[in-house]
């Protein structure tokens, strides 16, 4: 297993970050948040009311679905000139916001995630349209595996409010397996493939193609993992619905 050695974002290396994106399916950038930033989230998020629909919270998790609409007033925090740049130069002027998360594992949590790969895209109703199967709705969100075209012009991308190592559930990730298409865990050959677990700092982003085959580990040393999932796309969706949280990058530049 690989601990994969952070990199910051400058005119430099940015050729490096989209080169891993493109072969490894992943890559990590550091200091992209500051202290002041994580504490800003942390507060607007510690103040939601959490009786909402799309609020999930238990001894094992506490999620946000719908986090950017739930709570607006994170995005001025979150898309800052830094971050806003970033996205701008490894994806590109014409990406959007299609769908936002946030998940704390608490201390005491001692779940885990087998492998897979993130297959669905969350839309506002459902609808027959060819190429668009496996419908699935869950606290009255649809959520529908389209083509894989349109999958693979999806970045998500990951905000750590906490550190994340092999000892609070960071991920782990099968790197270049966003390049085999749809790749069952079931037939993962370990004998080829290698495992890489992401190590990322506070105020950190990892981003990732959800054709990555990725899992998380078990908590085992007290320690929250807090983190703050976004989508990207820039592919329009066919007539009959639409993008459950379809919005421009914030402020729009």
């Not at 690989?2 to 430099?12: F, H, K, P, T």
């Not at 002041?36 to 999930?56: C, N, Q, V, W, Y």
């Not at 986090?67 to 830094?82: C, G, H, Q, S, T």
């Not at 080829?192 to 908590?219: D, N, W, Y």
């Amino acid at each position: 297993m690989i601990l994969y050695l952070l990199y910051s974002l400058s005119m430099l290396n940015q050729d490096f970050h989209k080169q891993q994106i493109e072969e490894d399916g992943f890559t990590i950038i550091e200091s992209v948040f500051s202290d002041d930033h994580i504490s800003a989230m942390l507060h607007i998020i510690e103040s939601a009311d959490a009786s909402g629909s799309t609020f999930r919270k238990s001894a094992d998790l506490f999620a946000i679905r719908q986090f950017l609409k739930e709570l607006p007033e994170a995005n001025e925090v979150i898309f800052n000139e830094r971050f806003n740049q970033i996205i701008r130069q490894l994806f590109g002027k014409d990406y959007f916001v299609v769908k936002s998360i946030y998940f704390d594992k608490p201390e005491q949590s001692n779940w885990f995630v087998a492998y897979h790969q993130d297959l669905t895209i969350s839309v506002d109703r459902k609808e027959a349209v060819e190429g668009y199967q496996n419908w699935t709705v869950k606290q009255g969100q649809f959520a529908v595996q389209p083509p894989l075209d349109l999958l693979k012009n999806i970045y998500t991308v990951r905000i750590h409010l906490d550190h994340a190592d092999e000892n609070n559930g960071a991920l782990k990730v099968i790197p270049g397996s966003q390049l085999k298409g749809i790749y069952k865990p079931d037939d993962i050959n370990w004998s080829v493939e290698r495992e890489a677990i992401c190590k990322v700092p506070a105020g950190a982003i990892m981003i990732m193609k959800p054709l990555l085959l990725h899992s998380s580990g078990r908590t085992i040393n007290n320690s929250k993992r807090r983190v703050i999932h976004i989508e990207f796309c820039n592919v329009e969706l066919p007539e009959q619905f639409n993008w459950a949280e379809r919005s421009p990058l914030y402020p729009m530049s």
